[in-house]
């Protein structure tokens, strides 16, 4: 948790720095396709991972630049887990939870009514498993679902097109790839099970947004 509340005064810092600037914030709505990581085992193969789901948060951003804005993002992820070996798939209801700070460098000066643009930057993510625990899962042998959650350092990377509706009203498109390690803690390796270790969270949404 310390580490969660340092972090947020860090990027709480980074967005305040430019308080004086123009700023804008929106809602932002999507879904998350999160990749699968391949388990091997002594019983056989599998794929563990996280299923598709809703995505939905919000963003402050500031222009620091001509072409160039800081944004801070919080975004609220509903992905269940699951295992899946020969067309059994065991699933494990769970969430994450992500926060993180991104530079955002535009190929049309900020005033423009359209402008395409790329994203870097990076934060944290935290899995949650929220399901029931049971002392029998499906699959076992290559991973245990948990209710439990673990914190992960996070990078992510990002391209999109931002659209004036009217006056300081935007519209957004965009998709952005985030990317941790995998959390080991939430799906446990079953016994003599190695799991792959690069987990990515693709995400398009829409978002609105007003500009001060």
């Known amino acids: 948790m310390r580490r969660i509340a340092f972090t947020t005064l860090f990027l709480s810092a980074l967005a305040v720095s430019c308080f004086g600037q123009q700023w804008e914030f929106g809602g932002i709505g999507g879904a ?3 990749s699968n990581v391949n388990v091997t085992a002594p019983s056989g193969s599998a794929t563990a991972g996280f299923q598709t789901g809703g995505a ?4 402050f951003g500031q222009n620091l630049y001509p072409h160039l804005s800081g ?3 919080y975004m609220y992820l509903q992905n ?6 020969n067309g059994a798939n065991a699933t494990f209801s769970g969430n994450a939870q992500v926060l993180h700070y991104d530079l955002l460098y535009h190929t049309n000066r900020k005033g423009s009514k359209m402008q395409a643009y790329v994203a870097v930057g990076g934060g944290l993510k935290i899995f949650r498993g929220t399901g029931a625990q049971q002392a029998y899962q499906a699959n076992y042998q290559f991973g245990y679902m948990t209710n439990t959650q673990q914190l ?3 990078g992510d990377v990002g391209v999109g097109l931002r659209f004036e509706l009217r006056p300081r009203v ?3 498109t965009e998709i952005r790839d985030y990317i941790t390690p995998f959390p080991e803690q939430i799906i446990a390796p079953g016994p003599g099970a190695k799991f792959g270790s690069i987990l990515h969270d693709v995400v398009p949404s829409v978002s609105l947004s007003y500009e001060k």
């Not at 939905?56 to 963003?59: I, P």
């Not at 269940?80 to 070996?85: N, P, R």
Request: net charge neutral; glycine share 10%; proline share 5%.
């Open 32 to 34: 998350g396709f999160l």
């Open 56 to 59: 939905f948060g919000a963003f």
């Open 71 to 73: 944004e801070i993002r």
């Open 80 to 85: 269940d887990l699951h295992i899946e070996s």
């Open 152 to 154: 992960k350092p996070m």
């Open 170 to 172: 935007f519209i957004r």
